[in-house]
C-alpha cells in the first residue's frame, strides 16, 4: 500500500560524519517532493521541497536530490551534529494528499 | 498565529470511551488537514478541510471517526467508542492553500487506548 519507500530504517552516525538517507516512490503523477524533519514528540518540519523539474535543493547541510525518472531521492546531510538527530521523512505531494514514508531515524553521537 | 497548536497532548482513555482532539490552525490557514500517525511509521491522512468544508474524508479508518470545522478555523477529531488500534499520535497541519503549499503540523497529540 506504502508508495513511499525510504532506507535505511535507522543509523548511527558520528558527530562531524556525513549521511545519506534514500527515499524510492510510486507516486505519480506528484505536485512535488519534500523531505521532513521530526524531533522526538514533535510535529514534522519541511526541510526541503522540489518539484518534477529540479534536481537538487539545499537548505543549510541538508541537500537533497530527485531523479524523476527512477523515482528516487536523496537527502545528504553533512557535518552533521548533535542537533540532526530525529526522523527524516519522505513526502511526496499529489495534489492536496501527502503520501509520507515512514521515515529513517538519525542518531547522531558526540 | 505563532503556529498550529493541538490539544490536549496526551489523552489516556478507557477502551470504548469517546475522545474529542482539538486543533488550532494558523491564523488565516485555508486549509486543515488530520493525520494518523503509528509507533515507527510515516503520518497517514485522514481528512481535509478547506474552510468549513470537509472536502476529503477518505482516510478516516472508520465510522467512529468524525471531525468538523464549524466555523473554518479550529477543528475537532472526534473517535467514538476507542478501541486499541486507535492509539497513535493525530497530527493535524494548516497550509494557506491547499495545492503545493507548505503543511505546517502542530505537535501532536498522542492517544493511549488501554
Known amino acids: 500500500k506504502n508508495q513511499v519507500e525510504q532506507s535505511p530504517q535507522s543509523l548511527i552516525i558520528l558527530e562531524g560524519k556525513n549521511c545519506t538517507l534514500q527515499?524510492?516512490?510510486?507516486?505519480?503523477?506528484?505536485?512535488?517532493l519534500r523531505w521532513y524533519k521530526q524531533d522526538t514528540g514533535r510535529g514534522p518540519v519541511s526541510l526541503t521541497i522540489?518539484?518534477?523539474?529540479?534536481n537538487t535543493k539545499s537548505n543549510g547541510r541538508y541537500t537533497a536530490t530527485l531523479d524523476a525518472d527512477t523515482k528516487q531521492s536523496s537527502l545528504h546531510i553533512t557535518a552533521s551534529q548533535l542537533s540532526d538527530s530525529a526522523s527524516y521523512i519522505c513526502?511526496?505531494?499529489?495534489?492536496?494528499?501527502?503520501?509520507f514514508g515512514a521515515g529513517t531515524t538519525v542518531t547522531v553521537r558526540a | 498565529g505563532a503556529g498550529v497548536s493541538q490539544s490536549p497532548r496526551y489523552k489516556v482513555a478507557k477502551r470504548g470511551q469517546d475522545v474529542a482532539l482539538r486543533c488550532d490552525p494558523i491564523?488565516?490557514?485555508?486549509?486543515l488537514f488530520w493525520y494518523q500517525q503509528a509507533l515507527g511509521q510515516g503520518p497517514e491522512f485522514l481528512t481535509y478541510?478547506?474552510?468549513?468544508?470537509?472536502?476529503?474524508k477518505s482516510g478516516l479508518p472508520s465510522d467512529r471517526f468524525f471531525a468538523e470545522r464549524p466555523e473554518g478555523s479550529v477543528s475537532t477529531l472526534k473517535i467514538q467508542r476507542t478501541q486499541q488500534e486507535d492509539s497513535a499520535v493525530y497530527l493535524c497541519?494548516?497550509?494557506?492553500?491547499?495545492?503545493?503549499?507548505?503543511?505546517?503540523f502542530g505537535p501532536g497529540t498522542r492517544l493511549l487506548v488501554l
Open positions: 478541510f478547506q474552510n468549513e468544508a470537509q472536502l476529503d
Open positions: 497541519a494548516s497550509s494557506n492553500r491547499a495545492v503545493g503549499e507548505t503543511q505546517y
Open positions: 491564523s488565516g490557514h485555508v486549509s
Open positions: 522540489m518539484t518534477f523539474s529540479e
Open positions: 513526502v511526496v505531494t499529489h495534489d492536496y494528499k501527502l503520501s
Open positions: 527515499c524510492n516512490y510510486t507516486v505519480s503523477p506528484f505536485s512535488n
